[in-house]
């Protein structure tokens, strides 16, 4: 079985448009993929400051790689993909979404430093996002949150990116349905294909 790890930043509950697209893209994984839901709301993220950030340091200078802290960096190296969900905030995502991208991003985990430059340490192949906006920003340099991800796909050392988005959800609420259905298709069809 393949492991794919689903990162659930949909902070709406069931209001949430992109928790759909989530759904049918889990929903449409072949049969062989395993899925492991991390639901980004019901973990204990914290920022890295103060202490926090020094007893961090303190096990990178040890190390200590194996400390429960680095759980999710490890869990996130260790899948054979990844799907991050969630919405388009402030031109990129949600800030929670950037909380677990620190505890993600460990040197010696998922990405090394070596004297040609840094490179990815994640086996995943395929790290997929999936989102919905409120405007139209496909294309636009204006977005800048899957144009991260497709730049951590790269860090992390993932061979593909792909996104979903479901463009103007907010703009026409009469042609949001369709927007959205025609993602949750893009979503099932990128998911079946993996
Ligand atoms: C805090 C917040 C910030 C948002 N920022 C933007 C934005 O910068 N641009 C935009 O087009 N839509 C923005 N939106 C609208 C959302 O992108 C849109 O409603 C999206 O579909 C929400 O996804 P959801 O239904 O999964 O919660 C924002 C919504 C919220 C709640």
């Known amino acids: 079985m393949r492991k794919a790890l689903i990162v659930d930043c949909c902070l709406r509950g069931r209001e949430s448009r992109t928790a759909k697209l989530l759904s049918a893209f889990v929903d449409a ?71 677990y991208i620190e505890q993600v991003s460990v040197d010696g985990i998922t990405f090394t430093a ?35 991800l497709d730049a951590l796909h790269t860090f992390f050392g993932f061979d593909r990116y792909a996104c979903v988005a479901a463009d103007g959800l907010d703009v026409d609420p009469a042609a949001a349905p369709e927007a959205l259905a025609q993602a949750i298709e893009r979503a099932r069809a990128l998911a079946a294909g993996l």
Do not use: I, N
């Not at 639901?39 to 190390?63: I, K, N, P, W, Y």
């Not at 004297?115 to 294309?139: I, P």
């Open 29 to 99: 994984l072949p049969a062989d993929v395993e899925a492991e839901t991390l639901v980004l709301e019901e973990e204990a993220l914290s920022c890295l400051t103060g202490a926090h950030f020094m007893q961090r340091q303190r096990l990178l200078d040890a190390g200590a790689l194996d400390h429960p802290r680095f759980r999710y960096a490890r869990q996130f190296a260790a899948a054979d993909l990844v799907c991050v969900a969630a919405p388009f905030w402030d031109l990129s995502f949600p800030a929670l979404l950037k909380v």
């Open 114 to 148: 070596r004297e040609d430059g840094l490179a990815g340490l994640c086996r995943g192949t395929d790290l997929v996002f999936l989102t919905t906006r409120g405007g139209f920003y496909e294309g636009d340099p204006m977005e800048m949150g899957s144009r991260y």
